[in-house]
């Protein structure tokens, strides 16, 4: 049987957890306050509500931890079961391993620390204009310059393309 845990990040202690048993049914169970509430679900169904609260909430999924190569810069999604103390911290992969915590995420800012779960950022694509900004520059290396100049260059650069 497989287990996910969701914990409530305004009540300590509440939590949901999402169970794939044997059959491969799913049963969503929440717990708060000692009482516990039990839905089941076809994967299907449970599919489907998952992709329509993200949508709902206008997040998407960018990979799958199999897409994950060490140097990919990431997001954490689980750090430890019933622990979110790393979630949402951005870094970069820096080993991969075959065990349950499969990654190690150095963070931006500093420390590093072994994870379960990561999801790729995506990295914004340079814009066109970005490359008259690179040969402006270059153009004005042997000079004294600042941003208004590189733009102002730039700026001819690519009315002339």
């Known amino acids: 049987m497989t287990e996910h845990v969701l914990k409530c990040r305004t009540a300590v202690g509440d ?5 794939i048993d044997s059959d491969g049914d799913v049963r969503l169970e929440t717990n708060s306050a000692d009482r516990s509430t039990y839905i089941y679900a076809r994967p299907e169904e449970f599919a489907a509500f998952a992709r329509a609260v993200l949508a709902d909430a206008e997040v998407t999924l960018e ?12 997001v954490v999604t689980v750090y430890r079961t019933h622990d979110t103390e ?28 072994w994870v ?35 733009v102002t260059l730039a700026r001819e650069l690519a009315d002339r393309s």
């Open 86 to 113: 790393y979630v949402n911290r951005k870094g970069t992969v820096t080993h991969i391993d075959s065990d349950d915590i499969p990654y190690r995420v150095e963070f931006v800012g500093g420390g590093a620390q």
């Open 15 to 19: 939590f949901a957890e999402a169970h």
């Open 63 to 74: 990979g799958t931890d199999s897409d994950v190569k060490i140097g990919d810069e990431v």
């Open 116 to 150: 379960q779960g990561v999801r790729k950022v995506a990295r914004p694509s340079a814009s066109p204009f970005s490359a008259h900004v690179d040969e402006a520059k270059r153009l004005l290396a042997d000079t004294t310059y600042n941003g208004y100049d590189v």
